[in-house]
């Protein structure tokens, strides 16, 4: 694990300030991203937890300035070693994607051609970014794919991707992306699709990345198992919106949003006796574009109060680089004062 | 409202007919398609009324302009007339009463025969598959007139005969469209899950598989329709078609190339109506696809701007 | 009078795969190959292990949703495996399974009521109006308000979709339930919910429950006793408390020890396997596992170990526990 008292006033490798990014649909604009700060010190993992419609997913294709057509970042910065990507033109971006950011997929099989070897296309990149002859990038692909533990690497240079299993796939889609020594590694629920002792073996792969090229990772995931596995720092997402930021060992100890808390006790876990029933967060997650008014969270929270219903929550600091989002937090007075004002505004609207 | 009540039943939602009606009006293309269909559908069933002198011959008159638009006519007929001097109005009407008819009966045939075979083909595959494809390939390396020449000859010409050719040849687009979509289908979990419960092929295959393929038909109903009209005038410019003096879309049109020149309006009018079914039929056939696929939403009053 | 609700025994199945061209020989895959178990009434038996292992074709072959090539399987006596056609669709009553992906074990063009009505109109049970009272009484057991059933499937989200689909498997009072992964394609807040929803109609109704899953958190809350699956073979069945604990077989082990710790500050106890599974078409010969085991001795390559019987009530199969004759 990485020094935490080294980082504090260190300035984070990625700095996302205030983010917001919205979707043009049929039934008007959609919110997937709303307001997301976040920071990816050097040489830290940091996940993103949440479930499907959370936006988790929209922020680092926000992040890679890769979304769909669309979708659109409204406002917001996405600061990369103090520089805007926001502000970039296309061409600097491309170049940026390869250098200095990398992205892997859920669906290994997305980011490689079927069309041609594993080695054409590892060749192609190594040689895109630092041009050398055909011959020395093919040996650099080869040590390249030894090190993320493929056992014969000149035999899986020669073969196609849909020849490979989704494992050994990932394995290559992490070659491909360490292989310009990015600064920032992007990892988009690459595990998901993967069986529990292939995983471990990919997350083994990615804490070393980590620990030999000091890359920070933005890790995604809907598992808190794997966040637990291999993160640093943590943050909760629901609805478009982080909740909760945390060190990884204090989320999992004292959570501090309720989305965060009934998370934790929801899950099945392996060392525990049975409880029957599970508690369980009742209601269904809001579909994009569905959010409620006031705390995103209240329709299914257990301690929701009257100003929930009304305003969003501020963000709270609990302690450096801690903070939620939760009306609970605050004290009695600023509630009161948030639900005049909300009345307040209410009667100005009407 | 928070979203947890979204799900509340519209329970004053309108079914039916009057749900089609209403969802119908919204959408404005579908709208005039339909209301284009409804009037050509409407002339055609009035066609019977125009009878005796409007369909005589007149030499004296023949090849007149249009009097809509040429003030040097004689005859008086509104559309014109052809070579031999026969008001061309009356004889667009009947002849789009006959088109109509032999498209749709050939359509008809087509698509009950195509679907069927298309569907027992992908569901059942192995050998009838097998079979029923090998036609499927023999018909397609034939030529569709020397075909039509054959089974002409064979049955000799007339509507309902014209119909039967166009309709046995026309199959192929629906048997192929539909066992793919079949073979798409059958895939589907929702397929295994009617296994699991029990229920039986017949059942899978017209309850669970069939409605699905309802879209697939539609546009090929849509696509075919045209063509079948355009075939039928293929062959009664061959002499196989429906056999003169009963006027077609086709015929008319066929017979007019001679006298092009001189007589713009034997191919405009035809041309259009041709045209109008054609292009209404797919709007329609568009919108029918939409309105019965549960996955689109279908607005049954307006959108708020 | 002790009968198990389920028997299967030496249940195989294998598919024969042609090359597109025909370029090589036709290859078979041996999906599953022997497997033998039982399942009493209101037990969960549950099925684990990774892609590809064979616990879903297991599930289908049970369920004689595909052909098991050689084997029987039992269900309350009768022999489903040899049952005629009518025969078992009458069987498929008490038979039923649960998806996986509620998304599409739903026929989009069909209402609810009627989905989940379908089962007792295809065996003659109810019709009509009678029907969709069951439906709806169903429906409302397993959660969801009666007006559901106007809807069309799509209406709902994967946890809604997947009680209409236990409702829907419910409705014929089955004895036997297959479920297949029927948590994992749902969002994790959700999941808690389906987990206790079966949990709950699982003591209503009595029911034998088959859980195939490869999520071991999931497996540990519902299941009475575990099986753990490699290369279309058991290689250990042990009650719960037991493979919790102490996992005999050295892939059980493994497995255990992949999945991701609770909390960050639990110590790390991972068994890393070497390579990925050998392909089905071309199992090793021996013991299956034993490609990347780090126990394997010269013996488990040329021996095939069966399951035998171990310390309190689990079975395992591995030379490690019952050392090959002649080798003592």
Redesign the interface.
């Known amino acids: 694990m990485s020094d935490k008292n080294a980082t504090i006033d260190d300035t984070p490798l990625l700095s996302v300030r205030d983010l917001s990014t919205v979707f043009r649909t049929d039934r008007g604009p959609v919110y997937a991203v709303n307001g997301v700060s976040i920071d990816v010190p050097r040489g830290e993992i940091v996940g993103i937890i949440g479930e499907s419609g959370s936006g988790k997913s929209q922020l680092c294709l926000s992040v890679m300035r890769l979304l769909a057509e669309s979708g659109r970042v409204t406002s917001g910065s996405v600061l990369l070693n103090g520089r805007d990507l926001l502000c970039l033109a296309d061409r600097e971006m491309r170049a940026v994607r390869g250098e200095e950011i990398a992205m892997i997929f859920q669906e290994p099989s997305v980011g490689l051609d079927p069309l041609f070897t594993v080695g054409q296309q590892l060749v192609e990149t190594i040689r895109r970014h630092r041009p050398q002859p055909v011959r020395l990038a093919r040996e650099h692909a080869a040590q390249l794919l030894a090190s993320v533990g493929i056992a014969r690497p000149t035999m899986i240079l020669d073969e196609y991707p849909q020849k490979l299993s989704g494992g050994m796939c990932q394995r290559v889609m992490i070659a491909l992306a360490l292989s310009c020594e990015p600064q920032l590694l992007i990892a988009d629920e690459p595990t998901t699709a993967l069986d529990v002792t292939v995983q471990a073996q990919i997350l083994d792969l990615l804490l070393k990345a980590r620990d030999d090229h000091g890359s920070s990772i933005l890790f995604v995931t809907h598992d808190l198992g794997v966040i637990a596995e291999i993160c640093d720092h943590v943050a909760v997402m629901y609805a478009g919106q982080i909740v909760e930021r945390s060190p990884v060992d204090q989320l999992f100890d004292a959570p501090q949003h309720p989305y965060t808390r009934a998370l934790l006790r929801s899950r099945p876990l392996l060392s525990d006796a049975r409880v029957h029933p599970l508690p369980t967060i009742p209601g269904q997650v809001p579909r994009p574009g569905e959010q409620p008014q006031g705390c995103p969270f209240h329709p299914r929270c257990p301690d929701a109060m009257s100003i929930c219903h009304m305003a969003p929550p501020p963000v709270h600091r609990v302690a450096p680089r801690r903070d939620a989002r939760c009306w609970l937090l605050e004290s009695e007075a600023d509630r009161a004062q948030a639900s005049e004002g909300t009345a307040y505004e209410g009667e100005n609207n009407e | 409202m928070g979203p947890m009540n979204t799900h509340v039943p519209h329970t004053t939602e309108p079914h039916g007919a009057q749900h089609y009606l209403l969802a119908t009006r919204y959408n404005r293309s579908a709208l005039v398609a339909h209301l284009v269909l409804a009037g050509i559908v409407c002339a055609a069933l009035l066609a019977p009324l125009v009878r005796g002198p409007a369909l005589a011959q007149r030499l004296s008159v023949s090849l007149d302009p249009p009097a809509l638009f040429s003030a040097s006519s004689q005859s008086g007929a509104l559309l014109g007339t052809d070579s031999l001097g026969r008001d061309l109005g009356a004889r667009l009407l009947l002849a789009t009463r006959v088109s109509l008819a032999v498209g749709g009966l050939a359509v008809a045939v087509a698509c009950v025969v195509g679907t069927v075979l298309g569907l027992l083909c992908g569901y059942l595959m192995g050998w009838f598959d097998n079979l029923v494809m090998r036609v499927v390939d023999a018909l397609l390396s034939l030529p569709f007139v020397v075909l039509a020449i054959a089974i002409v000859a064979a049955i000799g010409p007339g509507l309902v005969n014209v119909a039967m050719v166009l309709g046995l040849t026309g199959w192929i687009t629906f048997a192929k469209l539909v066992r793919g979509e079949v073979l798409r289908i059958r895939q589907q979990p929702f397929v295994e899950a009617a296994r699991c419960v029990g229920c039986s092929h017949l059942r899978i295959l017209f309850l669970h598989i069939a409605p699905h393929v309802l879209g697939i038909v539609l546009v090929g109903i849509t696509l075919t329709f045209g063509q079948m009209i355009i075939a039928e005038a293929t062959l009664s410019f061959l002499g196989l078609g429906i056999p003169p003096p009963t006027p077609t879309l086709g015929g008319i049109l066929a017979g007019a190339q001679e006298t092009f020149f001189a007589a713009w309006w034997l191919v405009a009018f035809p041309g259009v109506i041709l045209m109008a079914i054609v292009l209404s039929v797919n709007v329609v056939g568009d919108w029918l696809r939409d309105y019965f696929d549960p996955h689109v939403p279908i607005p049954v009053v307006r959108r708020e701007r | 009078m002790n009968r198990p609700l389920l028997e299967v025994e030496d249940l195989a199945t294998h598919f024969t795969v042609s090359h597109p061209f025909g370029l090589s020989r036709r290859a078979v895959v041996r999906a599953v190959d022997g497997v033998s178990f039982s399942l009493a009434e209101g037990e969960t038996f549950a099925l684990v292990g990774?892609?590809g292992c064979g616990k879903t074709t297991t599930g289908r072959s049970v369920?004689r949703?595909i052909e098991p090539t050689r084997g029987t399987v039992r269900l309350d006596g009768t022999d489903v495996t040899q049952a005629s056609k009518p025969v078992l669709?009458?069987l498929?009553?008490s038979m039923?399974?649960v998806?996986q992906?509620p998304y599409?074990?739903?026929?989009?063009?069909?209402t609810v009521g009627r989905l989940v009505a379908?089962?007792l109109v295809?065996?003659g049970l109810a019709s009509g109006r009678e029907a969709g009272e069951r439906a709806r009484e169903l429906l409302s057991r397993c959660g969801l308000a009666p007006?559901?059933a106007?809807?069309?499937p799509?209406?709902?989200?994967g946890?809604?979709r997947q009680r209409i689909?236990i409702a829907?498997a419910l409705i014929t009072d089955p004895q036997l339930l297959v479920a297949d992964e029927p948590v994992s394609a749902l969002?994790?807040?959700?999941?808690?919910?389906i987990?206790?929803l079966m949990?709950?109609v699982q003591k209503q109704f009595g029911l034998g429950f088959l859980l195939i899953s490869?999520?071991?958190?999931?497996v540990?809350?519902?299941a009475d006793r575990v099986a753990v699956m490699y290369l279309g073979r058991l290689v250990e069945v042990a009650p719960r408390q037991e493979f919790?604990s102490q996992p005999l077989h050295p892939y059980s082990q493994?497995?255990?020890s992949?999945?991701?710790?609770?909390?960050?500050?639990?110590p790390k106890t991972?068994i890393?396997?070497a390579?990925?599974p050998p392909s089905p078409t071309d199992p090793p010969p021996g013991c299956p596992f034993h490609t990347r085991c780090p126990h394997a001795m010269p013996v488990c390559s040329r021996v095939t170990p069966q399951l035998r019987p171990a310390a309190s009530g689990r079975t395992v199969a591995c030379h490690l526990h019952h050392p090959p004759e002649g080798l003592e």
């Open positions: 990774e892609s369920l949703l669709r009458a498929r009553r039923q399974l998806f992906d599409g074990s739903l026929n989009p063009r069909m379908e089962p295809v065996h007006w559901v106007d809807r069309h799509h209406a709902f989200s946890g809604q689909v829907r969002d994790v807040s959700i999941q808690s919910q987990i206790n949990i709950d490869h999520d071991l958190g999931v540990r809350h519902m919790f493994a497995l255990l992949a999945v991701p710790r609770e909390h960050p500050q639990l991972r890393a396997l390579g990925e």
